[in-house]
């Protein structure tokens, strides 16, 4: 007994560490986005070339999280978390020589940065799995919740920290004070962290990195759909769009991506209390339900367009509603992947979720600059109306399956 609670007590020690880890690299993130952003776009690039320098961070993340889940399913969640957090150090520092910045330089950097950030949230998520039994589907849900919840409320952090740090260090010094930041976390858990992430005797073929799961396979495809819904107008569009036609500064636009991130990642990591308010356990049905009042949302935010309303006014009220509803559906999808996901291996299963993940943001950012400018911020919005569209049918699909 007293092994097994002391075996419980170091793997929660270890799990505060890779969370720490998590978070930090998440702040740098969030920071690094909205530095690059608002940066370029003072240089003179267009929405479309803003959006090709996050390119190669897409999809090479489509790549790593293929990749890296094999990677820590043979040589152990320590050597991808690692890997990750050195990565994102050298790209901060390289991306901060600004005598050599070009679109090509960047879009190299960024790849960098997106391998690094699948990396360690692949490395993050997994983790879950190792350490919450099985049959705790409950306890399993709050912790993925309140993973993905603090994640996303410090990416937001991270999107006002980069556009204060622009406006009062500039672009140069913010990214060297976010690299020393990220190396003091990054050497503060090399200290702390056991032996929690090591390799396993289960050392899986590559072939094996593609699910037999029929669940997972659905609840990937769908995933893909859904982050495309929020990337084709959020990422690239909407910052464009309040610094060009409604004449916000760069740090007014900075906080205000970063209110919307936080209040998406509070309401993430509070949606157990809400499910357990009710009696009520998450599943592909309340994912199918959410998805519908997410795509209600946004015919809503149309239809007030068409009447004349103010595009502004809509677009931040619209976002408001889109982060409760979007952070819910999040939830549960962050959930039932770490649920379905096999327990030898289940870094593999998490990796090809994520991989269709950044397939979807891949795909919506792209859009979102191209979108933007040939068309404007409405049709950005009709896109996102229809990528909802499409991932209904593919997670109810998913209820037949359950």
Known sequence: MLAASNTVSQGIKDYIQITLAYWG????????????????????????????????????????????????????????????????????????????????????????????????????????????PSDESSTLFKWVALLTGSKNTLKGCGFFLGGFLLALFGYQNSLYLLAAGLGLITLLVAFQLKQ???????KPKFSQVFSSSKKVNLLSFARCFLFASRDVWFVVALPVFLTMQAGWSSTAVGTMMASWVIIYGVIQSTTPKVFKAFNKQANAQSAVFSALVLLAVLVVMLVAISYGLSLVNVAILGLILFAVIFAINSAIHSFLIVHYARDEGASMDVGLYYMANACGRLFGTVLSGLLFQQYGLAACLIASALFVAICIPITAKLTQNS
């Open 25 to 132: 690299f998440t702040l740098t993130d969030g920071a690094l986005r909205m530095l690059v952003v608002l940066y370029f776009h003072t240089l003179g690039y267009s929405p479309i070339e803003v959006a090709m320098l996050f390119l190669f961070y897409e999809f090479f993340g489509i790549v790593t999280n293929l990749f890296g889940g094999w990677l820590g399913a043979r040589f152990g969640l320590k050597v991808t978390l690692f890997s990750g957090l050195l990565l994102q150090i050298s790209a901060l520092i390289l991306l901060a020589q600004t005598q050599w910045l070009s679109v090509v330089y960047v879009m190299i950097l960024q790849a960098a940065s997106g391998i690094a950030k699948d990396l360690n949230k692949m490395s993050a998520k997994t983790a879950i799995k190792q350490l919450v």
């Open 196 to 202: 929690s992430l090591e390799a396993k005797s289960f």
